[in-house]
């Protein structure tokens, strides 16, 4: 047995406690999960049943904590879980699921089916079983800082470019300001006019703000692949740099899982509280709406809808936000079927679009995105997830959609009121 397999083991035992053991016990294999996830639901594989990529997890549980369990081992009844074995469910933990959380939310036991595979995740990294693409992700954002390889001086080069094509001005390193603004390498290199339409709505709401030269990104490769070790030094990285700052609230970009590492799990992670608030930038918009800092004028006329970012409005209980900042500026605002908690996954998140080997079943499951937006007819999609932007254009690019995609904070800074401040 190898030093790497045992770790690995042993990572998966020390990660079963008390809630765990319930959740493995309480089960009722009624097969709800498996009618939730998109990875069964567009393949009909039982293998995709969320429960049952638990099952190394199962497995460590019943031989190490139950009294049949370590008999059966004693008299060679049941099988320890072997390595070949972990190296088979690395499928089933990394490339098939995102942690959507749509199995959890389904359960009618309460099983958190996502806890759980995040917990194999930690002992599969351990065991050496993690896939490719996320290992170089983490490592790149521990060592480079993001897990794109995108550097300050990208940064400060899009921040030049974006000051010398408009109007606004983005500041770096202010101290004692009202937010601090974090941003997904993705949005950087791909979605610029993000950055751009903060810029125009804290000015306009008359707010001071920064992004932070030691501390610029938001994703969490950690919490993707399983490593708390490298979660906590990500999540440590944002706290030191508004703490220093001493802004008085962070604000988590148009990112799903960077928004749960933060916000939900961040805390947890150092293990005391921050000195700041964190919101996401939905939340924010929200908030100025309702008092009236933020003005639009105009409607789209397209008829859209709202995919909504699973750890944004499922985990993360973001729902009516990006609801009542669409009404503000759109007419034909239309839901898709299964709106808000329960709308379906794009098939990407959980770091799945790191893995490259998981390409052809993401482009399979995300039929089901392209269903929903087939019945709708719709002109335009909006979201506020910059990895759900990607994963979806490329979903449209594989099943020959048109449909622009629009992120829902460009949409509000496209229809504020212009004065002569603002
Ligand atoms: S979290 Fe989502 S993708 Fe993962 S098993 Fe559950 S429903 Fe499937
Ligand atoms: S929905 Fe819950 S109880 Fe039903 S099979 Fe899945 S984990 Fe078990």
């Not at 309480?26 to 638990?54: N, Q, R, W």
């Not at 030049?160 to 500041?171: A, L």
């Not at 019945?375 to 909006?382: A, M, P, Q, S």
Request: glycine share 8%.
């Amino acid at each position: 047995m190898s030093a790497t397999f045992e770790r690995g083991y042993q990572a998966l035992k020390e990660q079963i406690d008390t809630p765990t053991a319930a959740y493995l016990q309480s089960c009722v294999h009624c097969g709800m999960c498996a009618e939730a996830c998109l990875f069964y639901t567009e393949t009909h594989d039982p293998k995709y049943t969320p429960i049952y990529k638990l099952e190394p997890l199962r497995k460590v549980w019943e031989q190490e904590y139950t009294l049949w369990g370590r008999l059966g081992a004693m008299l060679g009844l049941k099988q320890r879980v072997t390595d070949a074995e972990l190296a088979d469910w690395k499928e089933l933990i990394y490339d098939s699921c995102t942690l959507c959380g749509r199995c959890s939310l389904v359960c009618p036991v309460g099983n958190d089916i996502v806890a759980m595979v995040r917990k194999v995740r930690e002992g599969m990294v351990a065991a050496g079983h993690a896939p490719a693409g996320q290992i170089m992700a983490s490592k790149r954002a521990v060592t480079q800082g993001s897990p794109m390889g995108v550097k300050l001086p990208t940064l400060q080069a899009q921040i030049k470019r974006i000051e010398k094509d408009t109007d606004v001005q983005i500041p770096m390193d202010a101290a004692g300001v009202d937010y601090m603004v974090i941003l997904s390498s993705m949005e950087i290199m791909s979605f610029p006019e993000y950055l751009t339409a903060i810029a125009k709505i804290m000015r306009q709401a008359g707010k001071t703000w920064t992004i932070s030269s030691e501390a610029f990104e938001a994703t969490n490769s950690g919490i993707q692949i399983g490593s708390s070790d490298i979660a906590r030094e990500l999540v440590s990285r944002v706290v030191n740099a508004a703490e220093k700052l001493a802004v008085k609230t962070v604000i988590s970009p148009e990112c799903g899982h960077a928004y749960t590492a933060i916000r939900w799990e961040g805390p947890n992670l150092i293990q005391r509280p921050f000195k700041f608030q964190v919101q996401h930038i939905l939340e924010v918009l929200d908030e100025f709406r309702q008092q009236g800092l933020i003005k639009t004028a105009g409607f789209e006329e397209a008829r859209l809808t709202f995919h909504d970012p699973c750890q944004l409005v499922r985990r993360g209980g973001v729902v009516q936000q990006p609801r009542n900042l669409l009404n503000m500026v759109a007419k034909n605002f239309v839901e898709m079927s299964d709106p808000g908690m329960a709308n379906w996954c794009c098939g990407g998140g959980g770091g799945l679009s790191a893995i490259e080997e998981a390409e052809e079943l993401r482009i399979k499951v995300f039929k089901r995105k392209k269903d929903q937006l087939d019945e709708l007819k719709v002109d335009t999609l909006v979201t506020a997830c910059a990895n759900c932007r990607n994963i979806i254009e490329e979903g449209f690019e594989a099943y020959q959609m048109e449909l622009p995609v629009v992120g829902l904070t460009e949409m509000i800074a496209d229809h504020l009121v212009t004065t002569s401040q603002t």
